[in-house]
């Protein structure tokens, strides 16, 4: 308060009331308002021209320095929901239509894909060592590592743990000894957690092959395995995989595949190839051994996604919801950051758990050792090693993001269109000529307040 009794105005205050009484606020809103509560916008500056292909006149012209803020802004796009809610809904939108056309069809697949054995499969990362948990049993919350002979690790460290804990308890996730935790080995496995996969769906089609009775090269051609996956980053630093795996006839989801392909089949295949993929690779420069053997953890779910509305969480539609709902999470649940880090020394700053700086630094301990160069450890240790995609899908499953984006964009540009009042593509042949170049991204404190998003002040424009 000032001594007169009026508020102190900071200066984000005084920007929007700078912003608000000035000519152009209408339309600085109407920029803001055409991202769509994107909390950390490009800025673009340049010009476009529409030109008529015939005559070469210019029907439209555009430029940013005819704007009140000088450029334009487009939305980040970002699919990580802590990074930017607004962008991950739109991606979590998209990923659920893209699941749900590969379940009951719609986007070019037809319905009959719903007859097709669907298979809904969680592979999960083995045990780099004990951590605390929350345990339920029928709505009954569990203690977290009950041991009636209380045994103590190698450092004399307990090994059991009554707690029962509550969600959001920061110790969930915790090593009950870091000097007994793998962190070394769970780096490499969430690194090659991508390879893992793939020689999961090369195994998986040899053990169709092997049940079928016939050839490799034979059920090619009688058999399409098809997939859409996600990864969730689990509170102890691991990677999960949940995947939807359907079978098909050779040309994809409009083909029923043979009859001996059935869900029974499809389930004891996913089994046998989960715990036959091994992986080799080189070790650690602590480790006794001169290499480690990765493979898949114990605990394989697999369930029967149903073809019709149900009670259970495997029906089609919250299957596609959930596989969603993770493709626009990241590794903040592990405690890490979401921006990569330029420099050891920056590791004893940032503000993750002990456990997350644990594994950073065996990120950087690993990627400055020759036998793990190419996995580029350092330029992906803020995700605990892991360098995937978190959303995949196999080329026939259904449609794409890139064409959803491509619907939406072309919807927009038909609004736009219509509001400038130019010409229908049908009416003349025009063509789009454009520049433009990046000038920054996000917005000033004061912006973000008149936009309506939350934006860190480390972020702002």
């Given at each position: ?248 006839g050779p040309d994809g989801g409009s083909e029923l595949p043979p009859g001996w392909a059935t869900l029974a089949v499809l389930d004891e295949a996913v089994r046998r190839a989960a715990a036959e993929v091994r992986l080799s690779v080189p070790g ?178």
């Open positions: 308060m000032t001594g007169d009794g009026y508020p102190t105005l900071t200066p984000a205050m005084r920007e929007v009331l700078t912003h608000a009484n000035g000519p152009d606020f209408a339309r600085w809103t109407a920029i803001a308002k055409g991202v769509h509560g994107c909390a950390r916008p490009v800025r673009l500056i340049g010009d476009a021209l529409t030109v008529h292909t015939g005559t070469g006149e210019v029907i439209d012209r555009y430029s940013t320095t005819d704007e009140p803020t000088g450029y334009l802004l487009t939305a980040c796009g970002n699919r990580r929901a802590a990074v930017c809610p607004a962008c991950s809904r739109i991606y979590q939108a998209d990923t659920f239509h893209l699941i749900r056309a590969g379940l009951i069809g719609g986007k070019g697949v037809p319905e009959s894909v719903r007859l097709h054995p669907r298979l809904f499969v969680t592979l999960t990362a083995p045990s780099f060592g004990p951590v605390h948990a929350r345990r339920e049993r029928n709505g009954r919350l569990l203690p977290c590592r009950p041991r009636r002979q209380r045994p103590a690790c190698a450092h004399s460290r307990p090994q059991w743990c009554d707690e029962r804990h509550e969600p959001g308890d920061p110790l969930i996730g915790q090593p009950l000894c870091a000097d007994c935790f793998d962190y070394d080995g769970a780096v490499l496995w969430n690194a090659h957690v991508g390879l893992l996969w793939q020689r999961f769906t090369i195994y998986l089609r040899r053990r169709l092959a092997d049940q079928a009775g016939i050839s490799r090269t034979r059920l090619s051609r009688e058999l399409r395995v098809s997939f859409a996956k996600v990864a969730e980053f689990q509170a102890r630093g691991l990677v999960h995989l949940h995947a939807l795996i359907r079978l098909d650690g420069p602590d480790d006794a051994e001169p290499g480690r053997t990765l493979r898949w953890g114990d605990q394989l779910d697999t369930r029967a996604v149903l073809t019709t509305a149900s009670d259970d969480w495997t029906a089609d539609e919250k299957v596609a919801g959930y596989i969603a709902k993770y493709a626009t999470k990241g590794a903040e649940v592990s405690g890490t950051v979401h921006h990569r880090i330029r420099a050891a020394a920056d590791i004893e700053r940032l503000d993750v758990t002990n456990h997350a700086r644990s594994m950073i630094q065996a990120c950087w301990r690993l990627g400055g050792i020759p036998e793990h160069s190419d996995l580029n450890l350092r330029r992906w240790a803020h995700m605990l090693g892991f360098r995937g995609h978190f959303g995949t899908r196999s080329r026939r499953y259904s449609t794409t993001l890139g064409a959803l984006r491509g619907a939406r964009s072309a919807e927009r540009a038909e609004n736009a269109r219509a509001l400038r009042g130019l010409p229908a593509p049908g009416d003349e042949q025009t063509v789009k000529v454009g520049r433009w170049r990046y000038a920054g991204s996000g917005y000033t404190l004061g912006q973000a307040l008149i936009a309506g998003v939350d934006t860190p002040e480390d972020l702002a424009g």
